[in-house]
């Protein structure tokens, strides 16, 4: 099983690029999430999805589209990148969230000019 | 999710053991310990959790006072590898997101 996984592993956009992360896992996992990390700073959670054709907003949405239409797939979208949204993003799965065991994907490093 | 305090930075020797210490006073009765590490750069990789009992798996063993409202995480024989931030969460076993809450953690390092 390759878990979960990440692309690109890195990105420089200019501002107002747009771009899609891809997140995909191979667990059967009904849950995913979309995080972002700032230098010194935990993680915070952008959007998540519940299952297939679901989605919903975390704490920091704003700026920030996602899509689940297949199971194993979830992707995140900035339409009009800002430097602000310069960051590394995680992406994680859970069979359910009673779990609090969540399996990271290895990240993307995204600088936007 | 009860919040938790964690030092900012520990160092360890080489093949000593690591105890990393965590407070949540506020903790409730359903609630769970959780901790996870993330070496530079990767993705936080899950380690151990625990309700009020101490659990041990081959990556480290889980102490909890018996008010609960502290924990410490056990690395018996601490490598190179294991410098990474840790981070301890507690969160109950509900909620609809189910999201990890992460605050700062300890970063351990680990010193030859």
């Known amino acids: 099983n390759a878990g979960v996984t990440q692309t690109p592993k890195f990105r420089v956009l200019k501002t107002g690029q747009s771009m899609t992360l891809l997140c995909a896992q191979d667990?059967?996992?009904?849950?995913m999430y979309w995080y972002r990390q700032d230098p010194g700073m935990g993680l915070r959670l952008i959007h998540y999805s519940v299952g297939e054709g679901t989605t919903a907003k975390g704490e920091v949405p704003d700026g920030y589209n996602v899509s689940r239409l297949k199971k194993q797939n979830f992707l995140l979208g900035l339409e009009s990148a800002a430097p602000s949204q310069t960051s590394v993003y995680f992406c994680?799965?859970?069979?359910?969230?009673?779990?609090?065991?969540?399996?990271f994907g290895p990240g993307t490093r995204l600088t936007v000019l | 999710d009860a919040k938790t305090t964690q030092p900012p930075s520990m160092d360890c020797a080489e093949g000593r053991a690591a105890n990393l210490p965590c407070n949540h006073s506020?903790?409730?009765?359903?609630?769970?310990v959780y901790w996870y590490r993330q070496i530079h750069s990767q993705g936080p990789q899950y380690i151990i959790h625990g309700l009020k009992n101490n659990e041990t798996n081959e990556m480290a063993s889980l102490i909890i006072t018996e008010d609960r409202k502290s924990s410490t995480l056990i690395l018996p024989h601490a490598t190179l590898r294991d410098t990474a931030v840790y981070y301890c969460?507690?969160?109950?076993?509900?909620?609809?997101?189910?999201?990890?809450?992460f605050g700062k953690g300890t970063k351990l390092s680990v010193k030859p």
């Open positions: 969460i507690v969160r109950g076993y509900g909620g609809s997101q189910g999201n990890l809450i």
């Open positions: 667990m059967n996992h009904e849950y």
């Open positions: 506020t903790i409730s009765g359903n609630e769970y």
């Open positions: 994680a799965s859970t069979v359910h969230p009673t779990s609090g065991q969540q399996f």
